[in-house]
């Protein structure tokens, strides 16, 4: 039986691949990347042999606990990609809870990256082991780290697995994801601000706090071996039976809780909130500013580029500041314009977030002016929430810079980079459109197959935009600070010029636009 | 008077599959049409062609007389739409929905408003006008997509598979719904699996198999005396009739 799941495992890695050239090349790069992190994992934490015992075993105890919350994080947020891993998939078929446990532990230990991290987990051994003793009790230890890994995986996974398949659920876990994704980069800050001190102080108190749980308990049994080392062990044992335990209680409840994907949300009118479309014009440029505002907030996808636009850019305006003491206009004017790209770049694929629904517009459009006032539209309600928070991101800049008159030249510069970089996206959305995946992911912004034209399309996005904007941005940089008035004009006619040209290719080729964007993902 | 919808050799293929090849639909003006067929048929396919949502490799397509790929001006304001697969703007409420589609059709608020909330009591949806589009039930999709298609008041409207997956009383809204609308001289064309639900509601019926119309004309004249299910197990040739092997399948005597 337990067989009968790691097979269908593997059939279902199979069947996913057949017949498609970009998904079997991902495959082999994926099968490629997890070997070479596997070498890389087992040489770096082999490696750490060579430094002092006690910092050791501290940085081994850190490394076990890195791969427990890793394993406990991917899995939530590739939920749903693995049928294996959802237990209401196997709930009609004739299964005790015992079996469906181990059935579905093995099948997540089948596979590429749990066997590379396995193996990567047995440089901890190489690192800690001394003598003999220490490979005898070492070798028990990492699979048993290994085997908490997995079933505190599985334990989240079932436990959240009710709320993972409502609507609500995954909306909020789509936003915390990145939101966990950027904060990995606040250690990174920190150390470069030099706020941390000590580093071997850190760590120590990191190795403390780990001290007594089962991947530090696993990491100290290696390096002590003997009585000692066994004790632990069997804690860490112990520790695994419990969470496998209460896997199966949360299975069992899993299996007989009915399903709440079909449960309805609640109401988005609130009583007593103006609506926006009061202050908007009629007809269908209204229309469209206010469905696009609607899904930059309501929208998992879209409310995700905005909070990353501002973060990334926050970070870089601090590290910025951080690394010399030398500020400039350059160390204003580099995180405004930046925070503009990464805006527009929304703009690039303007359709992309509508995806199949595109063609409720493609019925209604009848000539190519519908289709430039749907372009006006989607860059108006862009400005809206844009123009703001560029004004914004200029300040906090000029700030941290120290001197908030450099925001009175940044803002209208980084106002004008968004201007050129949506007339530069207008023409990409039409010329080269691509599908959003449905879900989020971290990896590819992209539907299979079509990684390469995204990334190719932020690029040419982005440069183009970088060379349109020299004849500003240039007499600025050297010292005729009053040429950024002129930034606000160009960057308007550009985005005007960019629709205007888009919307007549564009009408042309509505039915492909609309097949670009609705591939399957 | 020109028909509704008309059209010559339509023909498209995908990769080495032919969908549609060669398809000459006529609807005339007025009628409630069924366009029936097995899966792969090409029913989508051509409704997608038709209504200007997928380029065909040829042929050409009248609606009202109306070329819909050389004039979309004349057509697009006339047609209404419910594609396959309920893709609607899922982040919008119900309400939102039909707000947006009535005036991206540049019909004033106050008559969208007016509309919108006909519409939506008629579909019974009052209660439910706030939610989002993405938390409805299936026949709560189809009864909004059908309200979105129906809000411009269009000639001629298409719907690709209306009533799968709807529950009774839905399915019985919507019917009623485009009896009132056919009844005034507008016409329909929808697509179905349906045979008995064909029967009971069209006047015109076009039997597609194969990426071909294999039988088109007035619901007697395509059935000639038995049910529509006979008649159209006879035009596309019953695959199997479900006798051979199983032996085992039944309770044993």
């Not at chain 1, 609130?270 to 930059?296: C, H, N, Q, T, W």
């Not at chain 2, 209504?51 to 490799?57: A, F, I, M, V």
Request: aromatic share 6%.
């Amino acid at each position: 039986m337990t067989w009968l799941f790691v097979r269908l495992k593997l059939s279902l890695v199979r069947g996913g691949l057949r017949g498609d050239a970009g998904k079997q090349a991902g495959f082999v790069f994926s099968l490629a990347a997890a070997l070479l992190a596997a070498v890389a994992g087992f040489a770096l934490l082999s490696l750490i042999r060579l430094a002092p015992s006690g910092v050791a075993l501290d940085l081994v105890a850190a490394a076990f606990a890195m791969f427990a919350v890793g394993w406990i994080i991917v899995p939530l947020t590739a939920f749903g990609l693995d049928e294996t891993l959802d237990p209401a998939r196997l709930a009609v078929f004739p299964l005790t809870t015992r079996q469906l446990a181990t059935g579905m532990l093995a099948a997540s230990a089948a596979g590429a990256w749990p066997i590379a991290s396995l193996a990567a987990l047995f440089g901890g051994m190489v690192a800690l082991a001394h003598g003999p003793g220490g490979v005898l009790l070492g070798v028990p230890a990492v699979v048993l780290q290994f085997a908490f890994c997995l079933t505190a995986s599985r334990l989240v996974t079932t436990a959240l697995s009710g709320v993972l398949r409502t609507r609500r659920g995954r909306d909020l876990l789509a936003v915390a994801a990145i939101f966990v994704v950027l904060l990995v980069q606040l250690p990174n800050l920190l150390v470069n601000r030099g706020l941390s001190g000590d580093p071997t102080r850190v760590l120590a108190s990191v190795g403390d706090v780990l001290r007594w749980t089962p991947p530090g308990l696993a990491a100290h049994a290696i390096a002590d071996g003997g009585l000692v080392g066994a004790a632990e062990l069997i804690v860490v044992a112990m520790s695994v039976v419990v969470l496998g335990w209460l896997w199966i209680v949360a299975l069992r409840h899993a299996l007989v809780r009915p399903d709440a994907s079909t449960r309805s949300g609640g109401s988005v009118r609130r009583p007593g909130r103006v609506s926006i479309g009061r202050f908007l014009p009629d007809g269908m440029l209204g229309a469209v500013v206010a469905k696009e505002l609607k899904y930059a907030g309501r929208e998992p996808r879209g409310r995700v580029n905005w909070i990353i636009a501002l973060f990334v850019t926050v970070l870089i305006t601090l590290s910025l500041h951080g690394q010399d003491g030398r500020a400039g206009l350059g160390s204003v004017l580099g995180p405004a314009c930046m925070a503009a790209v990464m805006i527009g770049l929304q703009a690039a694929n303007s359709f992309g977030i509508d995806g199949r629904s595109l063609w409720m517009n493609a019925v209604a459009f009848s000539t190519p002016r519908d289709m430039r006032t749907d372009l006006a539209g989607r860059h108006l309600a862009m400005a809206v929430i844009g123009v703001p928070m560029l004004a914004l991101v200029s300040l906090f800049a000029a700030l941290v810079a120290g001197d908030a008159v450099w925001a009175l030249v940044a803002a209208p510069i980084a106002w004008g980079v968004l201007g050129v970089a949506m007339g530069v996206g207008a023409l990409t959305s039409v010329t080269s459109p691509y599908t959003y995946p449905d879900r989020l992911n971290a990896f590819s912004g992209a539907a299979p197959g079509q990684g390469g034209q995204a990334f190719a399309i932020s690029f040419a996005t982005t440069l183009v935009t970088g060379v349109l904007m020299l004849p500003v941005v240039l007499p600025v940089l050297f010292g005729l600070t009053w040429w950024a008035v002129l930034a606000v004009p160009y960057g308007v006619a550009a985005a005007w010029a960019g629709r205007r040209i888009a919307a007549g290719v564009g009408f042309a080729r509505l039915p492909e636009i609309l097949a670009a964007i609705s591939r399957p993902t | 008077m020109a028909d509704a919808v008309r059209t010559q050799g339509l023909y498209k293929r995908f990769g080495q599959q032919t969908a549609v090849g060669g398809v000459d639909l006529v609807v005339p003006r007025g009628s409630f049409a069924g366009l029936v067929g097995p899966n792969g048929a090409g029913k989508t396919t051509t409704l997608s062609m038709v209504t200007g949502l997928l380029r065909p490799d040829g042929g050409r397509i009248e609606i009202d007389g109306h070329d819909v790929w050389a004039d979309p001006v004349s057509v697009k304001a006339h047609i209404g739409v419910l594609p396959e697969g309920l893709r609607l703007f899922e982040r919008l409420s119900g309400r939102e929905l039909l707000m947006y589609g009535g005036r991206l059709r540049g019909i004033p608020m106050d008559e969208v408003g007016k509309r919108a909330d006909e519409l939506l009591k008629v579909m019974d949806l009052v209660e439910a006008q706030d939610k989002l589009v993405v938390d409805y039930s299936t026949g709560m999709r189809k009864k909004i997509g059908l309200a979105a298609a129906l809000l411009h008041n269009p000639g001629v409207l298409f719907l690709d598979e209306p009533f799968e997956g709807v529950d009774p009383v839905s399915a019985n809204t919507l019917t009623e719904v485009l009896r009132r609308y056919t009844a005034s001289g507008s016409t329909v064309v929808f697509s179905s699996h349906a045979m008995d639900l064909v029967e009971r509601l069209c006047d015109w019926v076009s039997v597609m198999n194969r990426g071909l119309v294999v039988a088109q004309g007035p619901l007697d004249d395509v059935r000639r005396g038995r049910t529509l299910n006979e008649a159209f197990l006879d035009l596309v040739g019953a695959r199997g009739n479900g006798e051979e092997g199983l032996s085992w399948l039944g309770s044993p005597a």
